[in-house]
Nanobody, 124 residues
Framework: QVQLVESGGGLVQAGGSLRLSCAVS????????MGWFRQAPGKEREFVVY????????YYADSVKGRFTISRDNAKNTVYLQMNSLKPEDTAVYYC?????????????????WGQGTQVTVSS
């Protein structure tokens, strides 16, 4: 069983920054594709970004490109999401997710394990 724990969410003013972390249990973290998704009230969960097992491949949603940066530390079993220039429309619960197996995907159903989520609120 893989467990994920997100942290780092909070309340920030527009234009500010936050850094989310996601700690993952298990000895095979370095083989996982990791993704970040978010869900705003009344909306479906949407893809934000993924990173390949090596960190060599990343892919961002257009809405966050140039503002958010994903990274991973396989020695610490942790993936990070640095969020800069935050906007009120970034307000959501942010989830990290693990994909076990090959391939890089932007769909939520392609990921096997999920964290409990961390709230990010951006005030205008």
């Amino acid at each position: 069983q893989v467990q994920l724990v997100e942290s780092g969410g909070g309340l920030v003013q527009a234009g500010g920054s936050l850094r989310l972390s996601c700690a993952v249990s298990g000895r095979t973290f370095s083989t996982y594709t990791m993704g970040w998704f978010r869900q705003a009230p009344g909306k479906e969960r949407e893809f934000v970004v993924y990173i390949s097992w090596s960190g060599g491949s990343t892919y961002y949603a257009d809405s966050v490109k140039g503002r958010f940066t994903i990274s991973r530390d396989n020695a610490k079993n942790t993936v990070y999401l640095q969020m800069n220039s935050l906007k009120p429309e970034d307000t959501a619960v942010y989830y990290c997710a693990v994909r076990v197996g090959s391939g890089l995907f932007t769909t939520a159903r392609s990921y096997n394990y999920w964290g409990q989520g961390t709230q990010v609120t951006v005030s205008s």
